[in-house]
């Protein structure tokens, strides 16, 4: 007899035991011992085939170092409440400073190398999968203060820059908002209340709940302000020492020049008219003169029926099995090996991940399944992270470091695989405008949402070098941000977002929303070129092994014979979008 679909996954095989492992906590102490110890060998010059070996133990312990770091994450996630989990999360923060301080003294020690030298390591058999990484860092040696200055930095933003992060996440997980409905009041957390606010199909209770929200923001608004003034003050501040200017962090680690990113920027602008349409005729098939902030994800067309986690898995494995044998059996994998976590839970994490584990060559997903196509199309998302992790995970440590943006791009490939494929198969009009719009309504947070919160931060960033600012200043910049991006089409605007994003409050990646826009826009011209290129699964597999590698400048220039410094590949980009918009106008017409 056939079973259902178990929606809880497995973390006890990587580590079994949870907070309490023992191979967990033998693995950290092994890890600490040997990363001290790779400290010391770094302090001297080595011989070429000498530093080559110390290199390959420098990639295992980055590899069991993510693998810790990102199973500790699965544990708080699990239950955001834990505070066992939270204190291994501190102790793997800790780990990583330590792995990012190896990689600085690395840095140093390949920029001692003599040219001959260089170029003997370099051409070493085991050195030549890395060789990319090894000169980018040796490039970024030339970008930083002294190796001491280095160090220091390095030490003291633990508990300095990561601690004003540290301080946000606190907040965001204990706050609770009171909620005044007409059947009787609620206590949410956060996580809750964005989620009625963003998805209830009562706009009554969407509206009472994000006025809750305000206000409760409101109540916080000094603490916070004071939070996000101090992060950026000490990024600001660290770019200052290295004469970085403000978007060279971002491009470095995403991969991505400057020109590049203008290039999209401008496209972007240019889009924005296709937006404001489609958000016009939402309104009017709701019934209201305009939209408010808090109508953006809401449908106007609803699904019929709920989709069970057994039929998403069926959905899913077709899908992928469709484009690929190889990502098909993945996909089977992932399902039956228990990767994936998809009960909705009281304390569990908001929103959707997939953390990799390398060093068991798996991954595992998080998200909260409730029963609809949206979570249908998240789950195939997060399971291309996956697949990506997979086919990253055979290469050395070096080589799997892609940056986000390219990250993202293998998540919207198999979303769109999955949508695209559902919009065809839908039964009735009404099914196929409900998936329709959720394409594009998708898309709109890529191309409208997330450009208008890097809007914000860019010039947050630019201000903050004068002075700290106010609650009511954060509050203005992101409402004319807002209404910048959607050409003033809303009526109200979430002038608390800065409050409610995780992602400002990172510091681990800068400006952290503009590289899933990259990705998308990426990850369209792939996933464009995919229906009218032979052989094209092989040549995917072969883009996604290489973002280890290569920029994503330099997989345009070779796979898709792309200038990305051209607006006219970010405008292809866009067009798969503005024809859904003009397919949606056409449709609705009969209902507006």
Request: aromatic share 10%.
């Amino acid at each position: 007899m056939k079973t259902a679909q178990s929606i809880n996954w497995d973390l006890e095989s990587i580590y079994p035991g949870g907070v309490q492992s023992k191979k967990l906590e033998d693995q950290l102490a092994d890890l600490s011992k040997k990363i001290s110890q790779l400290h010391k060998e770094l302090e001297s010059e080595h011989e070429v085939n000498e530093l080559a070996d110390i290199i390959q133990q420098i990639q295992k312990a980055s590899s069991y170092a993510l693998q810790i770091d990102e199973y500790c994450i699965c544990l708080s996630s699990d239950d955001i409440k834990d505070t066992k989990a939270m204190k291994l999360m501190d102790r793997s923060n800790h780990l990583q400073s330590q792995i990012k301080q190896l990689k600085l003294e690395l840095e140093d020690q390949l920029n001692a190398l003599s040219d001959p030298s260089w170029k003997r390591l370099l051409s070493l058999e085991t050195m030549v999968p890395v060789r990319h990484y090894l000169m980018r860092l040796k490039e970024k040696a030339e970008d930083r203060l002294p190796k001491e200055v280095e160090s220091a930095i390095n030490r003291l933003s633990l508990n300095g820059f990561s601690g004003w992060e540290d301080h946000y996440e606190q907040w965001i997980s204990q706050v609770e908002v009171e909620v005044n409905l007409e059947e009787g009041p609620q206590r949410l957390n956060a996580n809750e209340a964005m989620i009625q606010a963003m998805l209830s199909n009562d706009r009554s209770v969407r509206k009472t709940t994000s006025e809750a929200i305000e206000e409760t923001c409101r109540k916080h608004e000094s603490n916070v302000a004071s939070m996000i003034n101090h992060l950026a003050g000490y990024r600001l501040e660290l770019y200052s020492m290295r004469g970085w200017s403000l978007r060279k962090e971002l491009c470095d680690k995403n991969k991505i020049t400057e020109p590049s990113l203008n290039a999209m920027m401008n496209a972007l602008q240019n889009h924005k008219p296709y937006t404001q349409r489609f958000l016009e005729r939402k309104a009017r098939l709701l019934g209201i003169e305009q939209l408010s902030y808090y109508d953006m994800h809401t449908p106007v067309f609803h699904q019929q029926t709920k989709v069970t986690f057994d039929e998403a898995k069926k959905i899913i494995v077709e899908q992928f099995h469709t484009f690929s044998q190889d990502m098909g059996e993945f996909a089977e994998k992932a399902f039956e090996d228990g990767w994936i976590d998809a009960e909705p839970r009281k304390n569990k994490r908001f929103g959707a991940f997939c953390a990799a584990m390398p060093v068991e060559d798996e991954s595992r997903i998080l998200m909260s399944f409730e029963g609809n196509y949206q979570d249908v199309v998240t789950l195939a998302h997060e399971l291309g992270h996956a697949y990506h992790n997979s086919i990253l995970q055979k290469e050395p440590a070096f080589s799997q470091e892609q940056g986000t943006s390219l990250a993202e791009t293998a998540s919207t490939f198999t979303e769109n695989l999955v949508l695209d494929a559902a919009i065809e198969r839908a039964g009735t009009e009404e099914e196929k405008l409900s998936l329709l719009e959720m394409k594009i309504t998708n898309a709109v947070k890529y191309t409208t949402l997330i450009p208008s919160m890097f809007d914000f931060e860019q010039k947050f960033y630019e201000l903050r070098k004068d002075a700290k600012m106010s609650p009511e200043e954060l509050c203005n910049l992101c409402k004319s941000s807002e209404q910048k991006w959607t050409n003033e089409s809303l009526e109200g605007y979430d002038h608390y977002k800065w409050m409610t994003v995780p992602h400002l409050f990172d510091t681990q990646e800068p400006f952290y929303n503009i590289p899933y826009t990259i990705g998308y826009l990426f990850s369209n011209s792939l996933y464009s070129l995919s229906k009218h290129k032979e052989a094209f699964p092989d040549l995917y597999r072969e883009v996604l092994r290489k973002t280890g590698l290569l920029s994503i400048d330099q997989l345009g220039e070779e796979i898709l014979q792309y200038d990305l410094s051209n607006p006219d590949f970010w405008n292809e980009s866009l067009s798969p979008l503005e024809e859904a918009i003009d397919l949606f106008l056409s449709k609705t017409n009969e209902y507006a």
